[in-house]
């Protein structure tokens, strides 16, 4: 895989009740996440000991938040209002994830097929190994379904945005 530089154009607001986007000390995971100019998603995260499987390596289930939570925000990159939920995910498992490692998770662009959106996505090492990849099928919920009413409380990360991210 080539690396290069991808240029932010924006965050993306957080929702505060959630366990992949705050960041407590032990139980959330703490993402970050950006959009690119080529309409990439970028979650950025470092990892934590508390979210260890075996010693010293982050747990599948995790690794799964980490895609369900980045790949999902590429459903919202056109409107922040659209309500879609995850009705398929695959993930391969390619290399441990170390705790205490800063990682990228990115989302490529999104496909839509009527209320189906297919994202697909990688999560990288620090060193720029592909450590997993995953796709991701989300279903846009009904506009009369009550998911469309929930309160959401949105927040912006406070540390300052990057200007690019490399993948």
Not at 73 to 92: F, L, R
Not at 107 to 122: C, I, L, N, T, W
């Amino acid at each position: 895989m080539e690396m290069k530089k991808h240029k932010i154009v924006r965050a993306i607001p957080l929702d505060e009740n959630c366990f992949a986007t705050h960041d407590k000390p032990s139980e959330g995971v703490g993402l970050k996440v950006y959009v690119t100019e080529d309409n990439y998603v970028v979650g950025l995260c470092k990892t934590k000991t508390s979210h260890q499987g075996y010693e010293g390596v982050i747990h599948g289930g995790i690794i799964s938040t980490y895609f369900d939570e980045v790949l999902w925000y590429a459903t919202v990159v056109e409107d922040i209002n659209t309500v879609a939920m995850t009705a398929e995910m695959t993930v391969k498992y390619l290399k441990a994830v170390p705790v205490e490692e800063n990682i990228r998770i990115v989302a490529k662009p999104m496909r839509q097929e009527g209320r189906h959106m297919y994202v697909d996505g990688f999560i990288l090492l620090e060193n720029g190994k592909v450590a997993a990849e995953a796709t991701c099928h989300f279903i846009v919920v009904k506009s009369e379904h009550e998911l469309n009413d929930a309160p959401v409380d949105f927040y912006y990360a406070d540390d300052k945005m990057p200007e690019t991210i490399e993948f």
